[in-house]
């Protein structure tokens, strides 16, 4: 089955990313790496606003409101807090993160990469090295009281991670390995255990950033592929194509809307010759009305 994803923004991203949609504030919140922005899109009024965070930001979630509220966001080192900043259309604002952690201190070649929030409420984000040379980078976990948890090692990017609906499970990509692995999950500690491959690319790019729907489908950002695609993760058996026109670099995706069947796309227009990709860094959508996606996690802590 294929489907085709329309362009929503030209925001011109350099390196668009970490799509994710707050449900209770009916927004999408999302990241332009290199230049250190993090974006608010509302689709009711189809307006973007950003603010500067001073750094390049790997990933973002939502902090729930009885713990501060705003974001928790990896930047390189440390993860940091930003509360309730000021989207303004059309406006690039400045805001100052908090530090909540700090790691691989000294390490200049690493920065971090994607992550989300597990069901418990804990954060996880990895790290990687940004010119791809080696297995250097990590995956990170803080837990509710800000502490870490190094939870893989000899990671080279670390990308898309989900959980399932039985919080059993945990998906994760390296995306230099191009594979989706699963992991034994416990939900009470957060241990994973049992590592193993659920789905290997055969189809060309590379796998980037990812999220899953209600019925423990996968959704796979391809890097260097025009297209996200859909998964059964226990069989490995792809389900569908959604194709991303206009760009070669499609980087993350997740649900939004009401009923969490809008589906958004984030591209980069990094070293793009807007020629040939013409959409390269916009923000697309399209609407699947045969799937829904699940509400994202907030951070507890």
Not at 14 to 38: F, Q, T
Not at 210 to 220: A, E, F, L, P, R
Request: charged fraction near 20%; charge should be negative.
């Amino acid at each position: 089955m294929k489907y085709t994803a329309q362009p929503i923004l030209q925001a011109r991203a350099n390196l668009g990313e970490g799509a994710i949609w707050d449900s209770e504030r009916s927004v999408l919140n999302w990241i332009d790496i290199n230049n250190n922005l993090l974006h608010c899109y509302d689709p009711a009024s189809s307006s973007d606003g950003a603010v500067d965070l001073g750094d390049k930001p790997g990933c973002v979630v939502r902090r729930a409101d009885q713990f501060g509220g705003g974001f928790v966001l990896g930047l390189p080192g440390k993860f940091v807090s930003v509360q309730n900043p000021k989207f303004l259309p059309g406006k690039i604002t400045r805001v100052e993160p908090v530090v909540l952690a700090t790691m691989e201190v000294g390490i200049k070649t690493n920065r971090m990469n994607d992550g989300k929030c597990d069901p418990a409420g804990r954060f996880w984000c990895g790290s990687m090295v940004t010119d791809f040379s080696h297995a250097g980078g990590n995956l990170w976990m803080m837990d509710r009281n800000h502490k870490l948890h190094l939870k893989l090692s000899n990671v080279t990017i670390s990308n898309g991670i989900v959980w399932n609906s039985t919080k059993d499970t945990m998906y994760y990509i390296d995306t230099k390995t191009n594979k989706v692995d699963a992991f034994d999950y416990d939900n009470n500690s957060g241990d994973i255990a049992n590592r193993r491959t659920a789905v290997a690319s055969t189809w060309g790019g590379y796998f980037d950033g990812m999220t899953i729907d209600s019925d423990d489908n996968i959704y796979v950002a391809i890097w260097e592929g025009s297209a996200v695609r859909k998964f059964n993760p226990k069989t490995g058996e792809l389900l569908a194509t959604i194709e991303v026109p206009g760009v070669r670099n499609v980087t993350s995706c997740a649900f939004g809307g009401d009923e969490l069947q809008d589906f958004y796309i984030t591209s980069s227009a990094e070293n793009a010759d807007l020629a040939l990709e013409p959409n390269a860094g916009a923000l697309f959508k399209i609407h699947l009305s045969d799937c829904r996606g699940v509400v994202a996690n907030q951070y507890l802590g």
